[in-house]
């Protein structure tokens, strides 16, 4: 269990992490989301005693980082993929790492073959791939089977059999009563892995919630409509205030009312109406919703306008943007 109390991080005029409290639960995936720069790393390094709170705790396992007397078998990181030494294989960077530890060479053996590393296990680490390194900085993680695992974006530079991966080895993990705590920047990845998300923007936390719920409560309602008489509709909609969009041919998407009420006025009007579907918004859209005001990072497609209510309709940093982006608000 990871539990943090008004946790605080002040480097010089910039506070990246703004008192922030949460617990991380056994038995769970917990995902850790926000824009970039919003406080997720700082956040981890914390937990790890890497960097100290300027105000502020945070325990892991009932501790301090540094007052476990076995570390490597109480928390597990992986903060930086990089921080390997570029000449020593992947073999013997862990063998150093066990034997420092007290962790038989049988392990090592064991997180070389879960992580997939097999085949380049004695090769210099300094040559991996991105995705080879990410999985090397997991199997360092998982080197002393610790009951609390800390993943800042374990799925950076993986190809998609190694983020399924990732995902079967989180949740098989949880289901072992271990605490995971993941933070990624793919939506629909966390959306599959995540049980609970804890979202942080500018230093502080803005949900703290499961997934259902957090879709849930950032939704708008809307509602898929099939008819052949789209003005008709729309006009009798419009009555009522109803906000009514159409996109393709004998397709609307109708705003903030029930499918019920939609029925009753399309019957009211022997309008015939062929398909009423509620739409639920994506774990993505949920979360653009709830951090537009909190990204400090935009990027803007020079030259063109935005499509309305698309991705670049004053939502996220780092969507679509291209070689042609402009960078404002960024921080040294
Ligand atoms: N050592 C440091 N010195 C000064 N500022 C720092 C330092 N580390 C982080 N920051 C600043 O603190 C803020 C939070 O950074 P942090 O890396 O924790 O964000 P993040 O949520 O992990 O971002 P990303 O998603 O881009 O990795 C940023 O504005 C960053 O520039």
Same mark, same amino acid.
């Given at each position: 269990m990871i539990e943090a109390t008004g946790l605080r991080k002040v480097y010089g005029a910039k506070t %990246? *992490? $703004?008192g922030i409290s949460f617990t991380v639960q056994p038995g769970k995936v917990t995902g850790f989301l926000g824009p970039n720069g919003a406080g997720k790393s700082t956040t981890m390094r914390m937990i790890m005693g890497l960097d100290r709170p300027t105000s502020g705790d945070v325990i892991v396992n009932g501790k301090?980082?540094?007052?476990?007397?076995d570390p490597l078998h109480q928390v597990g990181a992986l903060l930086d993929a990089k921080a390997v030494h570029t000449s020593r294989s992947a073999y013997n960077h862990l063998r150093a790492m066990a034997a420092t530890h007290g962790i038989p060479n049988s392990r090592v053996e064991e997180v070389i073959e879960m992580t997939g590393l097999t085949a380049v296990a004695?090769?210099? %680490? +300094? #040559?991996?791939s991105l995705g080879m390194g990410q999985r090397l900085g997991i199997a360092n993680a998982l080197l002393g089977d610790p009951q609390t695992l800390i993943l800042d974006e /374990? *799925?950076? +530079?993986? $190809?998609p059999e190694g983020v399924q991966w990732v995902r079967n080895l989180a949740r098989y993990l949880a289901s072992q009563g271990k605490t995971i705590f993941i933070s990624s920047h793919l939506m629909s990845e966390m959306a599959q892995t995540a049980d609970h998300l804890i979202v942080i923007g500018r230093g502080k936390i803005i949900a703290d919630t499961t997934v259902d719920a957090l879709i849930e409560s950032q939704s708008r309602k809307r509602t898929l409509v099939r008819t052949a008489e789209t003005t008709r509709l729309t006009e009798l909609l419009a009555r009522d205030g109803v906000r009514v969009e159409q996109n393709e041919r004998e397709t609307l998407e109708v705003y903030g009312v029930e499918p019920l009420r939609i029925a009753e006025l399309a019957l009211d009007n022997r309008v015939l109406v062929y398909e009423l579907t509620p739409l639920t918004s994506s774990l993505e859209e949920a979360y653009f919703q709830l951090t537009k005001d909190e990204v400090e990072y935009h990027s803007h497609i020079t030259g063109g306008p935005a499509a /309305?209510? +698309? /991705?670049? $309709? #004053?939502? /996220? %940093? #780092?969507?679509?943007?291209?070689? %042609?982006a402009t960078m404002e608000g960024i921080q040294s």
């Open positions: %990246a *992490v $703004d301090h980082y540094s007052q476990h007397k004695k090769k210099k %680490a +300094g #040559g991996f /374990p *799925v950076n +530079g993986l $190809d /309305p209510g +698309g /991705p670049l $309709d #004053g939502s /996220p %940093a #780092g969507v679509g943007a291209t070689s %042609a």
